[in-house]
């Protein structure tokens, strides 16, 4: 549904994108992550055809947004950071516009809006003044606006931000809504939501891909258990770190001087606890807790920008 292929943007000596090549197949739901200034507006924006790139090209269901705009663009739906919103027009006035922008039969444009109205929730605001709208509804029009068309892929350039917790909470339900039989892009700052939302995760760092895969896959083979031993870390440490098959014994805090915490990583380990046991029955060290802790996509992230 998506291909970016080896796109690149300079800006004079800046490189804001170098080779990036990324997919996303109908009824994806993607994140893009990266610091800021990492390129993913740069990206956003000659996804959606507001720029062109150095080098390389986008398909938006096999129609570049530069040679063939209205093509690409009659399946396309974004949302910008600030949502290009006429603050002078009522709801319903601004989304019969913005369907006839996007070429919705004229005799069908009310009932399209009704519609949209209804799923975005912006039904009782029908009449309302733009301009009188909070920052969580002007959010849910400049969503409505993007659904305009029905557009088979959605690029929302953080949906959520400036939203307060239950804005937060209803606009992401919404998303997971709309990913039914839709591509969404989407770029967050905030991780979590990433977790929540996506199924594929991609990572970008100073104009480059790091990370392309599956949210799944991204966490990696790696298996860490997190144990505390009722011994000493002179006694307990040394034994953990000869039990088969763990790459690496990071110490942390115990709650006592008799008692030994650490983090244990296992490299394609199902179920490393078994060893685990065996080792601390064989040497007489009793486990006080044991659990297993999952990668989370703030490490992964992490990792990922690291040189």
Known sequence: MIDILDVSKRYGSVQALS???????????LGLLGQNGAGKTTLMNILTGYLAPTQGRVLIAGHDPLTEPAEAKRHLGYLPEHPPLYDEMTVCEYLCFAAELKGVAARGIRAHVEEIMELTGLSDMRKRLVSHLSKGYRQRAGLAQA????????????PTVGLDPKQITEIRALIRTLSDGRTIVFSSHILSEVQQLCDHVVILNKGSVRLDLP?????????T???CVAAAPKTALPCLKRLDGVRRVSPQPSPSPDRTAALLTFRGEKEPERRLFALCSAQGLPIVHLSRQEDSLEQIFL???SE
Do not use: F, W, Y
């Open 147 to 158: 659904l305009c068309g029905d557009p088979e892929v959605l690029v929302l350039d953080e």
């Open 303 to 305: 990792n990922a920008i």
């Open 215 to 223: 949210l799944e896959q991204a966490r990696g083979e790696d298996v």
């Open 19 to 29: 080779n990036v090549t990324l997919h996303a197949q109908k009824g994806s739901v």
């Open 225 to 227: 258990l997190m144990v």
